[in-house]
């Protein structure tokens, strides 16, 4: 699906609005694997309830847009800084850091008297947002030693019952209840940035 924008051949460049474009990436760069998880998003597990190790994947492509936008003036420093940005509010109908900046080129140009630059930015969509999820685990957790006692982080595990690895915790710091879907922690990691403001079309 692609939307574009003209005007008038007589107005300078530099005032024409820009074109968006949606497209399903054909590039493997633009291919991740994914985990999978089962509808209560947890990862999938064997006949005995152990989860995968490596967990189970998937390989799934993302849709890619493209602008394309005239500007008075451009930097290279600019493309640094906005590399592997996310945006920091709704753009074009995607919401907060669902689009990462992957690629900008830029070429100069005269017409009409005006000397302008054609802008040409790249982005990868990644609907769930490109937040960094960490499963919730550790080898301590908050517990209470006594009744009425604030929570203090203890080892899990005693003198009867070792483990082997990192134990799942609920979210808020307490070791998970068997049963129950593991958590995943989610962190913003990239650079927030207003695309509307740096590629406004």
């Not at 301590?140 to 003198?159: K, S």
Request: net charge neutral; charged share 15%.
């Amino acid at each position: 699906i692609s939307k574009s924008y003209t005007s008038s051949s007589t107005w300078p460049s530099v005032a024409r609005d820009g074109s968006l474009i949606w497209c399903k990436p054909a590039s493997p760069k633009q291919v991740w694997r994914l985990p999978v998880l089962n509808i209560l998003c947890a990862p999938l597990s064997n006949s005995a309830g152990s989860i995968y190790d490596p967990p189970a994947t998937i390989e799934v492509s993302r849709p890619v847009i493209t602008v394309t936008v005239n500007v008075s003036d451009f930097s290279p420093s600019f493309i640094v800084d906005m590399q592997d940005s996310v945006n920091s509010m709704t753009y074009k109908g995607c919401g907060p850091r669902v689009l990462k900046c992957t690629g900008i080129e830029a070429s100069s140009g005269f017409e009409n008297g005006v000397h302008f630059w054609t802008m040409t930015v790249t982005f990868a969509v990644k609907w769930d947002t490109w937040d960094l999820r960490i499963l919730d685990c550790g080898f301590y957790a908050l517990r209470q030693i006594r009744t009425g006692d604030p929570e203090q982080l203890v080892a899990m595990g005693d003198a009867y019952h070792t483990i082997s690895g990192p134990q799942p915790l609920d979210g808020t710091g307490h070791q998970l209840l068997p049963g129950y879907p593991e958590v995943y922690n989610r962190f913003s990691v990239y650079k927030l940035r207003d695309f509307a403001t740096a590629f406004p079309i």
